[in-house]
């Protein structure tokens, strides 16, 4: 089979990674004959050096046009961070239509000790986070600055629709469903009128899912919970800012950020795939960025997170996973998952090792 996948770099170690998960996927098309046609474009800071502008309409339309998007990370250290959000991430979300953003958290049994946790509480945590992408703070208007006789003021808008919170509410309970048959739908129903909504159609919604259990918790317990007892959540579904903050913090759990795939997805077709936009959650960390020490493995992993939601290859996803899990079993690690005194290895030779466990099968 034929794949058209657009590769957008970006900025820092973004190139970097994505060029291992470029390899990987290489491996699974030398392995299982498929053919994924690469289609290398700028973004973010690299793009506003060159054309003044932080993605090209023709880049956004080129996307618009392949099966999925492989994307690293993007932002600049001299202050156009905001510039760039607004021109080529929150573009290429809104108009693509990728509202529901995936962020699988997984402890691998290697690296039960690679965290300040007690190993004992990281055993089985193996969870989906489901964060509405395109809602909420990052979208609502107004949003501006003024000045004011009392000084200088700023607002957000929080605002939710009916549709919105039914489709994403929709796709945790689809995901939970085909997993554990749990669902925590996380809200702040107590101060907030778009979480009362919110929770208002999960309560409503569970009755499509009576073999789905549902929970509903504060963002707050939810914080607490994912480091007390994290082995007890399955898919937790979300809002667009208390999904950002709460995987970030879930990707301590799995020993670095470094491990954290994502895939934003838009509407599901009839065979159950949906166009994508696949990238790890960390950014671009400028301080080592060009030195070999990014971890490529959330790249990897959302690599493996493309093959099954966009390009429906589930066997193909399955073996990009067990690969990851065979070169951390023998002891390969980047420098942020490394235990002291371990030999870390470069971003290369941890890509290298995820290929030939692919090509080995």
């Known amino acids: 089979m034929q794949f058209d996948i657009v590769v957008l770099g970006g900025d820092g170690i973004g190139p970097e990674v994505v060029a291992e998960g470029v390899r990987v996927l290489q491996a699974v ?22 054309y003044d502008i932080a993605m090209r309409p023709e880049t956004l339309e080129r996307a618009r046009r392949s099966h999925a998007i492989l994307f690293g990370a993007v932002g600049d ?4 961070d905001a510039r760039i959000m607004r021109e080529a991430l929150f573009p290429l979300r809104q108009k693509l239509g ?4 995936l962020r699988p958290v997984k402890v691998y049994p290697a690296l039960l000790n690679a965290t300040s946790l007690k190993p004992e509480v990281l055993q089985g945590v193996d969870m989906m986070v489901v964060r509405e992408l395109t809602g909420g703070l990052y979208f609502g ?5 003024w000045r ?3 000084g200088r003021q700023g607002v957000d808008t929080l605002r939710y629709s009916e549709r919105e919170i039914e489709r994403i509410l929709k796709v945790g309970f689809e995901l939970a469903r085909g997993r554990r048959k749990h669902l925590t739908s996380v809200d702040k129903a107590n101060v907030l009128e778009t979480s009362v909504l919110w929770r208002q159609m999960a309560g409503e919604m569970a009755a499509d899912y009576p073999d789905v259990r549902l929970d509903q918790m504060y963002v707050d317990a939810c914080s ?4 007390r007892w994290p082995a007890a959540f399955d898919v937790i579904v979300t809002e667009n ?13 799995a020993g670095s950020i470094g491990m954290a795939p994502s ?3 838009g509407k599901p077709r009839r065979d159950g795939t949906a166009f994508g936009l696949y990238e790890p959650i960390h950014g671009t960390a400028p301080d080592i960025a060009g030195q070999g020490k990014a971890n490529p493995l959330a790249t990897i992993l959302s690599v493996a997170m493309m093959l099954r939601y966009s390009l429906g290859l589930p066997k193909e996803a399955q073996a990009v996973e067990r690969a990851v899990e065979q070169v951390l079993e023998k002891g390969y690690r980047t420098p942020d998952i490394a235990a002291a005194g371990q030999r870390a290895v470069s971003t290369a030779q941890m890509g290298q090792a995820v290929v030939d466990a692919v090509g080995q099968g």
């Open 29 to 50: 098309g030398k392995r299982f004959g498929h053919t994924f046609n690469l289609t290398e474009d700028l973004v973010g800071a690299v793009a506003l050096k060159k």
């Open 77 to 80: 250290i001299t202050g156009d």
């Open 98 to 101: 990728l509202f529901a953003n």
């Open 141 to 145: 208007r107004p949003k501006r600055q």
């Open 148 to 150: 004011s006789a009392a």
């Open 224 to 227: 607490m919970q994912l480091i």
């Open 241 to 253: 800012t208390f999904g950002d903050i709460l995987t970030d913090e879930a990707s301590v759990l």
């Open 263 to 265: 895939a934003s997805l």
